[in-house]
């Protein structure tokens, strides 16, 4: 009886041990289909992105921890995005976000946030993502940094390929499913103070002002006018 407890505990503790290595070399060598890019290898935004701004950026750290058995350490941030379209549709993309060692200015990672925002508004979009910084000794200081892309751009999450292992495919759908949109339109787009011509049905029926007109070619079609009589 002594003898089969002791080779209970024994087992446990091996399977433990050799269960470990082959699933972490087994996820590593699997691959998934990018859920960022959703296995197109690239990303885009719509042409107006370009009247997007990005008016602040604001990050909140959560966690740094060393991923056991990896060699990476996972840096995990609350990021809260001030969006302004001055656009006249609903404008899709992506900001970038890049996370650099706080003394060095180094760059240790990035990645992609989908911002989603209506015509002539502001917003605020929040997301929960995580950072995997890689060659670091130890855990340093880090800030985060945003940008705006446009256009189409490979996707950084899986370099283009479409494709990522089990183990990236984890912290990509985390990002994935932590995006909200956390408030909507702060303010009403106000229009600025210039006023383009009314148009209707694709007729300019905007009528300028009286002092505006040529009193010298008013008076050259009147004469005309009275010549031909
Ligand atoms: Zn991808």
Redesign the pocket.
């Known amino acids: 009886m002594k003898s089969k407890s002791t080779k209970i505990r024994f087992n446990k503790k091996y399977i433990a041990f050799f269960a470990c290595v082959p699933i972490l070399l087994i996820f590593s060598s699997l691959t998934a289909k990018?859920p960022?890019?959703e296995?197109?290898?690239h990303?885009s935004s719509t042409p107006d992105m370009k009247y997007v701004q990005l008016i602040s950026s604001d990050f909140k750290e959560l966690q740094i921890s060393r991923d056991v058995c990896t060699t990476y350490i996972v840096y995990s941030y609350t990021i809260t995005l001030t969006l302004k379209n001055d656009g006249n549709t609903d404008t899709k993309g992506y900001a970038k976000a890049i996370l650099k060692s706080y003394s060095k200015g180094s760059i240790l990672d990035s990645q992609y946030l989908p911002v989603n925002i209506p015509k002539q508004s502001t917003i605020e979009e929040q997301y929960d993502i995580a950072f995997r910084a890689t060659g670091l000794d130890q855990a340093e200081a880090a800030k985060v940094e945003v940008q705006l892309e446009s256009g189409d751009f490979d996707?950084k999450?899986?370099s283009?390929?479409?494709k990522?292992s089990i183990n990236s495919w984890l912290l990509a759908k985390t990002l994935q499913n932590s995006y909200k949109e956390i408030s909507i339109v702060e303010h009403q787009y106000t229009p600025a103070a210039y006023l383009p011509p009314d148009i209707e049905d694709g007729e300019i029926i905007y009528i300028p002002p009286p002092e505006s007109a040529s009193p010298a070619l008013l008076s050259q079609d009147q004469n005309s006018y009275n010549g031909g009589d």
């Open positions: 990018c960022v890019c296995g197109t290898g990303l996707c999450i899986c283009g390929s479409g990522i």
